[in-house]
């Protein structure tokens, strides 16, 4: 293995969509409202997906450091708990990330104001705190409405925000769908670590809540995602608006299937869950994109 495909790796490739998806929709929502800049959208999907990479990797150092990424571990391997990237390097990596990321996200701040340095300055304290502080989020539980809210609301109302001057009730509506199956995505994760996460003291809200819980959770979630398109159809007075439907059999899919697996099996379902937050971003935004082409 390369130390390039080492670095990737550590990326966790499977969870970008997370990212992604929401300022998707934010761009082709304010392409569908007649303000759109190809600069800026492609600026802040680039800036996700590195908040996405850096918590990502702020993870692996803590998660290692607090005992977490074992050798029970039942998920991918994890570069820096198995020696491929000492812990300073992928410290200074972080440093470096924040920065750019920082640095990058003042083209936002001058285009838009004040509450984007905020919202900028909040997502890297959540990148940081999601497993690092002194009172890591993913370690009392509280890792999943932070996902919701900031892979959620924030990602696709800052969009849409940046690209309009505003926030409308579409967007909000709309940016429901990212934050549950980014919230769904984390919930499988802690799900299949449970029986590892609670001997070291990690109590994610699968731990808490159990595991038959966590699964009729993520199913509740999935049904709410589920009705959203309907929602932004009778908003809309369009049938367009049910083109990420088309995802619904992934739906369907891993809410079952959830019910039927345990451990590594689980890792099956997570991809899909990617899969599932990438296709709903995707089809979601040609809805928004043909209605302002066609109406």
Same mark, same amino acid.
């Given at each position: 293995?390369? =130390?390039?495909?080492?670095?990737?790796?550590?990326?966790?490739?499977?969870?970008?969509p997370?990212?992604?998806?929401?300022?998707?929709?934010?761009?082709?929502?304010?392409?569908?409202?007649?303000?759109?800049?190809?600069?800026l959208?492609?600026?802040m999907?680039?800036?996700?997906?590195?908040?996405?990479?850096?918590?990502?990797?702020?993870n692996?150092?803590?998660?290692? =450091? =607090?005992?977490?990424?074992?050798?029970?571990?039942? @998920?991918?391997?994890?570069?820096?708990?198995?020696?491929?990237?000492?812990?300073?390097?992928?410290?200074?990596?972080?440093?470096?990330?924040?920065?750019?990321?920082f640095?990058?996200?003042?083209?936002?701040?001058?285009?838009?104001?004040?509450i984007?340095?905020?919202?900028?300055?909040?997502?890297?304290?959540?990148?940081?705190s999601?497993? @690092?502080?002194p009172?890591?989020l993913?370690?009392?539980?509280?890792?999943?409405?932070?996902?919701?809210?900031?892979?959620?609301?924030?990602?696709?109302?800052?969009?849409?925000?940046?690209?309009?001057?505003?926030?409308?009730?579409?967007?909000?509506?709309a940016?429901?769908?990212?934050?549950?199956?980014?919230?769904?995505?984390?919930?499988?994760?802690?799900?299949?670590?449970?029986?590892?996460?609670?001997?070291?003291?990690?109590?994610?809200?699968?731990?808490?809540?159990g595991?038959?819980?966590?699964?009729?959770?993520?199913?509740?979630?999935?049904?709410?995602?589920?009705?959203?398109?309907?929602?932004?159809?009778? =908003?809309l007075?369009?049938?367009?608006?049910?083109?990420?439907?088309?995802?619904?059999?992934?739906?369907?899919?891993?809410?079952?299937?959830?019910?039927?697996v345990?451990?590594?099996?689980?890792?099956?379902?997570?991809a899909?869950? @990617?899969?599932?937050?990438?296709?709903? @971003?995707?089809?979601?935004?040609?809805?928004?994109?043909?209605?302002?082409?066609?109406?």
């Open positions: 293995m390369t =130390k390039l495909s080492i670095w990737l790796n550590a990326t966790r490739p499977k969870t970008l997370a990212g992604l998806a929401p300022v998707m929709i934010g761009g082709a929502l304010a392409y569908h409202d007649n303000s759109f800049s190809l600069q959208f492609l600026l999907s680039v800036l996700s997906v590195l908040i996405q990479i850096l918590t990502n990797f702020i692996e150092i803590y998660d290692y =450091k =607090k005992g977490a990424d074992n050798q029970d571990r039942l @998920g991918p391997q994890r570069a820096v708990a198995s020696g491929l990237i000492f812990v300073k390097q992928m410290s200074v990596v972080s440093i470096i990330l924040a920065t750019i990321i640095a990058s996200g003042m083209i936002l701040v001058y285009h838009s104001g004040w984007i340095l905020v919202i900028g300055i909040l997502s890297l304290l959540f990148a940081y999601y497993t @690092g502080g009172y890591p993913a370690y009392h539980g509280l890792a999943e409405p932070f996902v919701f809210v900031f892979f959620g609301v924030i990602a696709v109302n800052a969009s849409y925000f940046v690209l309009t001057g505003r926030i409308t009730e579409i967007s909000i509506i940016s429901i769908m990212p934050g549950l199956l980014s919230t769904n995505l984390l919930l499988v994760n802690n799900l299949r670590d449970v029986d590892t996460d609670e001997p070291i003291g990690k109590y994610t809200l699968a731990v808490k809540i595991k038959e819980n966590s699964r009729h959770l993520y199913l509740i979630l999935n049904f709410i995602v589920f009705f959203i398109p309907i929602l932004l159809a009778i =908003k007075f369009t049938l367009w608006m049910l083109l990420p439907m088309l995802a619904v059999p992934l739906l369907a899919i891993t809410s079952i299937r959830i019910y039927f345990e451990g590594k099996a689980l890792n099956r379902v997570l899909m869950n @990617g899969l599932t937050i990438l296709l709903n @971003g995707i089809l979601t935004s040609i809805a928004f994109i043909i209605l302002k082409i066609y109406g």
